[in-house]
Structure formats: C-alpha cells, structure tokens
C-alpha cells in the first residue's frame, strides 16, 4: 500500500503514530516491542518525533529493543554510522536500557563474523520465527534497501538472516539483513520522499519485477503488511 503526504513534516508524523501504536499493540500482547531501525537522513525526523515530549511518554521504552536493518562497517562514532544518528536523534533522549540495543558494530570482529553474532541475538530476542514486530525501510535513489544494493549476490540469499559483504562500489563492507528476514515482519513501512526518489518507487511499484536492477522488489511480507510512506514529489503526482 502506497500513502501520499504533502511532504516530509506529514510522512514524520505518519510514521511516528505507526511506531507508537506497533509498539503499544506488541507490548500489550506480548510484553515486548521488536523494532529495525533505518539509516541515512530520512528518518532523522521520525526519530526526532518520537523523542519529543508529545511521543516518548507514550511508549514503555523498557520493553522496546533496537535493531537495526544494515550498518557500514564503520566505528559506532564515524558520522557514517547508521547507530550514531539514531542515538544523536532517539536514543540517547528515551529511557531504553542499553541492554535491549543491538548496534550492527563490534570493534576487533570481522564484519562476516559479527553478522553470524547479529543473528544470533535476534534468534535470543525473537525465537526461531523471527518476526519483527515493525520494520523501517528507506530506499536509495538507485531502488535499493538495507544494504541490498543492485546486482550484489547478497540478493540471492535465501538462509542467512544477517549477512555482511564487500561493496566495491563503495569500497567498504556492509552488514544488513536479509530479503527473507525481513519479509518475516509484522509490518514494514518504507519513507521516500523527494524527486530523486520518483524513478525507483515508479520502477518498484509498478514497473517489470527485476529486483536484481530495483532490490525493493524482494520486500514481500509473507504474511505482513507492507506501506510505502512518499511525499507529493515521490510519487509524480507534482
């Protein structure tokens, strides 16, 4: 499902009332809310939201635990790091133990080893049918999630939850979850916003399924929801 807003300010309040009301319904139901976070700077001001005064006081921050959906393999403190905007944004305003967050970085481990240990922690926090109760998605100008980037083998991945890569593009190494993984989610919501974005969402949504050229298209919830939040611009509708 696609929903339109006239711009970034809506799409932040949309996507916030949807991490409230994921976390208040799993924590009702099952005493725990599992959660991915996104990097890059469009949630920036989701986080921002849900740390202000009008949304952090409606959530048990105690029964929320953080993972995240990819990482560069880059110390926690380099402005690259997908877990240093979400602390500078979220976490570091919210009542969350440290225990309940899962950074996608270990100093002194290899990429490929910390993804086998990722994966391990989200089989201890969520079981063996590892459904995330909310899962936030952006998507590159290029089509891509996580760090499901175009023509990459990591694309192919049918049995690894985690998995952790060399990106010669960008010559550095990644470490993201997997298509299967996160089609396990209760609810996925993906932001786009902005005209750098109208080509992939149109190819995405509608266009030839090549998800080898447009890696969205393997986010296919097996029996969740998947929501598209994109402004006016995303969506061509200027």
Excluded: C
Excluded at 123 to 145: A, C, P, Q, S
């Amino acid at each position: 499902m696609i929903q339109i807003y006239n711009n970034t300010e809506e799409i932040n309040t949309a996507a916030a009332d949807l991490f409230v009301a994921a976390a208040q319904k799993a924590i009702t139901e099952k005493g725990k809310f599992t959660v991915v976070l996104t990097g890059g700077s469009s949630p920036a001001g989701i986080y921002k939201l849900l740390a202000s005064d009008d949304y952090k006081n409606k959530i048990d921050w105690s029964k929320v635990f953080i993972f995240w959906g990819d990482e560069r393999w880059v110390p926690l403190n380099d402005d690259l790091s997908n877990a240093k905007m979400s602390y500078a944004a979220l976490l570091s305003h919210v009542p969350i133990p440290s225990e309940n967050i899962f950074e996608m970085y270990k100093d002194g481990v290899t990429p490929e080893d910390y993804a086998v240990t990722y994966e391990e922690s989200i089989r201890e926090v969520l079981g063996n049918e590892g459904k995330f109760d909310l899962i936030l998605l952006g998507m590159g100008d290029d089509g891509h999630t996580a760090s499901l980037f175009p023509n990459q083998a990591v694309l192919e991945e049918q049995n690894k939850w985690v998995s952790a890569y060399y990106l010669e593009p960008q010559k550095m190494h990644r470490i993201t979850l997997t298509a299967p993984l996160i089609n396990k989610a209760e609810k996925i919501v993906v932001v786009a916003f902005g005209e750098k974005k109208t080509h992939a969402l149109k190819e995405v949504t509608t266009g030839e399924y090549n998800p080898t050229l447009y890696p969205m298209q393997l986010i296919k919830p097996v029996s969740g929801e998947l929501l598209f939040l994109v402004d006016k611009v995303a969506a061509g509708a200027n």
